[in-house]
């Protein structure tokens, strides 16, 4: 392979990037192939715990749809706490990633390559939840992208089925600056991220490893009641926000939000819901 096609194209003015088809020129094979160093599997499963599979669990999920698949962390644990994982990416050298490290663990990936916009394109079956991981969501830089993806989970999922999606804390970043100890999510130790420009249209990073090389990603800094509407508005009745994975927390703490929004009312939820109305 050529370095020029192992060369992130961001064009001439790196911070003018700010459109939601760019992903596939920032995740080239050598960032890919780096990963798994940025996430550290075995921290990242020790810091979030249980705390998805038992998510699903309690909502009586058995059939997932991971759309942000990456090297295919999530995927991996799903399957092996057993639940029935499809696994769907945009990026080509993702799943390709995936699967080589599925197979490593045991497992055959079923992967699909799709971008969300248009997901029920190429994926034809109903799931009992849809999981959006690793801030992958704030690749998307229009409000119409947003929709149109959130709408494309919303038909995924059965009647009653979740969607979990996460984000950083970009209310954060932009309100307070910059600060993570990397404690979940990018566990590890020697990779060196921090955003290099945030505005309120662009957050980029810069990604740092141990051999000197330099990636960067290009992404939107959702707000997180910004996100939060937009679900409800998309058709999603509640919506419970975790901050790194607690249900408790100062807004200005965590480095990541889990959002896990309902397709449908609860019992409990549709009583109170008279009781408001009476």
Known sequence: MSSTMDKQNFGDETIDIRHSDNYAQEYIEGFVEKWDDLIDWDRRATSESDFFINVLKEHGAKRVLDVATGTGFHSVRLLEAGFEVVSADGSAHMLAKAFENGLKRGHILRTIQADWRWLNRDVHALYDAVICLGNSFTHLFSE?????????????LRHDGILILDQRNYDAIMDHGYS??????????????????????????????????????????LRKEYTRRLMREVGFQTIDTYGDFQETYREHEPDFFI????????????????????
């Open 144 to 156: 119409r992208d947003r929709r149109k993806a959130l709408a494309e989970f919303y038909a995924t």
């Open 180 to 221: 993570s100890d990397h404690e979940y999510y990018y566990c590890g130790d020697d990779v060196k991220v921090a955003p290099e420009h945030v505005d309120d249209g662009l957050a980029r990073f810069r990604y740092q490893f141990p051999d000197k090389s330099v990636y960067h990603l290009n992404m939107f800094p």
């Open 259 to 278: 959002h896990v929004a309902k397709k449908t009312y609860s019992d409990e939820e549709i009583d109170e819901s008279k009781e408001t109305s009476k």
